[in-house]
């Protein structure tokens, strides 16, 4: 790559400014572990370990059942699981059997993961036994291609005496009943065959993954992500994250070989937890401390806070609200967070108070990135070190990746520095497009000296030292505790409610999460409704971050000329309100 505005004084050391190599199948990364360090230890659950030549076997298993039960290469396979031990395993299957991964967040009601496996065609789904999660599944499925479904019981992977126990008293989480055509976790497991099967992949073509988001409209959109997307991103996290790992010693890539423990606490199904913990873990043959409900323990987060002092947690990411609950956590004096090396941030803008405050506690530089679900997710990144990292900034494009800043109306005119524009993104991370929508393909991809890009819907520029500062965002995104919630989204479930006519859903700010989610509601003529009643009908219908949290009742809300309604208004008013 030639030398671009933010390759100057301040990239950093011996940074490439391009890499290569990841022109590989994903299934890679647990192989090549596997390889080296078979006895290191892979994933901890409640104090249970499964190691990198476990979770191999797993893997190599689960691929193998699944093509017993008819999955072809180029199928797709949705997993809607927490952050439990299995995942890795199943992940890793998916991929070694050919098909795609359809990742679901585990709290969806039965109607948005219904829509995903029915958008995506998904064949099978794995599901956590769960008096929730199961039923969802079980009504999710209908109407939908998926013939397989494997159910997957925590108990697999707990230490022996508290399966045992836990079986005993009642406490490990299972469903009333199942179905009797559906499969078993360990039952799959235990029959299939070892080997792995032998299925060829082109990396840079065959999909991997398929990532649900709003994209830039907020109509819900598969991103189709190929294996070499993933692979680049991880290899360009692990040259890009260098930290110092010995006190007064010099940054280095992270060590591998079982020297560091990764917090898993960011979800799995999201890619930005995926990359920066589940396989950036993977490809390092690190230990992952597995985390299904972050907010466990009495404050919320304690428990968390427990596993980094017992396991000496190295690598943690996070979105800021967690750095938030964190810093204020009434009982963080009490835990020993001095082993947390490096830690990453994304999702929404990290106040430099909460950083330095976080910083104070462990020791540990924060680094704040920058990306998108179609970017899987990485794109640009600040130097890992407390001297170039540049607050209020996400960084620069990491190596092999292009930004330019863009017009808004166009897409296709590169504009001066430091002069405010869309950011586009080329790079080999960038999405091969979206799932059966070539019409959303044409809005976002534009051809700039013959390099494909893509319009992310932000609005920033570059600084004159060649940081890329986000200064507004072209979509109505809303941004909740580091998770996009897309209006139309919101909306479109709002409107099944028989009594409501017209709905507009906008972004507020929130000390707490950034923003939370209010929206405008029209009545039908003669139709009378409490705010009370509204947010019961969220709540039934939509995963927590996406529910409004405030309801305003209008007799109007304001329309353009051919009387589309005009968020903007709304959000302005908001914004008003906000600075009076």
């Not at 840079?204 to 598969?222: C, F, H, N, Q």
């Not at 609200?321 to 964190?326: D, H, N, P, S």
């Not at 680094?367 to 997710?377: D, M, N, R, V």
């Not at 949290?549 to 005009?566: N, Q, T, Y």
Request: hydrophobic share 40%.
């Amino acid at each position: 790559m030639e030398s671009k505005v933010w390759h100057g004084p301040k990239w950093p050391k011996d940074m490439p400014h391009e890499i290569s190599g990841y022109d590989k199948p994903l299934s890679s990364l647990i192989d090549d572990a596997a390889r080296d360090y078979p006895d290191n230890v892979y994933t901890i659950f409640n104090g249970a370990s499964r190691t990198y030549a476990q979770v191999q076997d797993t893997a190599n298993r689960i691929a193998n059942f699944l093509i017993s039960r008819g999955i072809k290469k180029g199928d797709r396979v949705a997993i809607f699981l927490p952050n439990l031990p299995h995942y890795p395993a199943i992940f890793f299957g998916i991929v070694k059997a050919g098909a795609a991964c359809v990742t679901c967040n585990p709290l969806y009601k039965a109607d948005e993961l219904n829509y995903q496996l029915k958008d995506s065609g998904a064949k099978a789904v794995f599901v956590m036994d769960h008096p929730e999660f199961y039923p969802t599944a079980q009504k999710a499925v209908a109407g939908s291609d998926v013939e397989t479904v494997v159910v997957c019981s925590v108990k697999s992977y707990l230490p022996g005496m508290k399966a045992f126990i836990g079986g005993l008293l009642g406490k490990i989480p299972k469903a009333e009943s199942h179905d009797p055509g559906h499969f078993f976790f360990d039952e799959i497991v235990a029959s299939a065959k070892a080997e792995a099967p032998n299925i060829e992949i082109n990396p840079a073509k065959d999909l991997a993954l398929v990532i649900y988001t709003g994209g830039t409209t907020g109509v819900p959109k598969g991103a189709a992500l190929t294996h070499s997307n993933f692979v680049y991103d991880v290899m360009a996290v692990q040259e890009w994250a260098q930290v110092p790992h010995d006190p007064g010693g010099p940054p280095e890539p992270a060590r591998k070989g079982g020297y560091h423990t990764f917090m898993g606490i960011l979800p799995w199904y999201h890619s930005f937890g995926m990359t920066m913990c589940m396989l950036w873990a993977c490809h390092t043959a690190s230990k992952l401390v597995c985390v299904p409900n972050p907010r466990a323990g009495n404050p919320p987060f304690t428990d968390v806070l427990k596993d980094v002092q017992k396991y000496k947690v190295t690598m943690f990411t996070g979105v800021p609200t967690i750095y938030v609950a964190f810093t204020n956590h009434k009982l963080i004096d009490q835990f020993d967070l001095r082993s947390i090396m490096a830690c990453g941030s994304g999702g929404a803008p990290l106040p430099a108070e909460v950083a330095k405050q976080f910083e104070s506690k462990t020791g540990a530089v924060i680094f704040e990135g920058y990306g998108l679900s179609e970017t899987s997710p990485l794109a640009t990144c600040n130097p890992t070190n407390t001297e170039d990292r540049k607050f209020g900034s996400v960084g620069f494009p990491i190596p092999s990746t292009d930004v330019k800043i863009v017009d808004q109306d166009t897409g296709l005119q590169e504009l001066a520095q430091g002069e405010d524009g869309e950011i586009a993104i080329c790079g080999p991370q960038v999405m091969q497009g979206y799932w059966n929508k070539p019409e959303e393909d044409q809005a976002v991809f534009r051809q700039i000296d013959g390099k494909r890009f893509f319009l992310t819907g932000d609005i920033g520029h570059f600084d004159e030292e060649g940081y890329i500062l986000i200064t507004d965002r072209k979509k109505d995104l809303i941004l909740v505790g580091g998770f996009n919630v897309y209006p139309r989204d919101v909306e479109e479930v709002l409107y099944k409610h028989p009594k409501i006519a017209n709905v507009a859903v906008v972004g507020v700010l929130d000390p707490k999460s950034g923003e939370k989610v209010k929206a405008f509601i029209q009545l039908k003529p003669g139709q009378e409704a409490s705010e009370k009643e509204m947010l019961e009908f969220a709540h039934e219908h939509l995963v927590g971050y996406k529910r409004p949290k405030l309801i305003e009742f209008r007799a109007e809300l304001p329309v353009s000329a051919v009387g589309k309604v005009l968020r903007r208004v709304l959000r302005d008013e908001e914004r008003d309100k906000a600075k009076s």
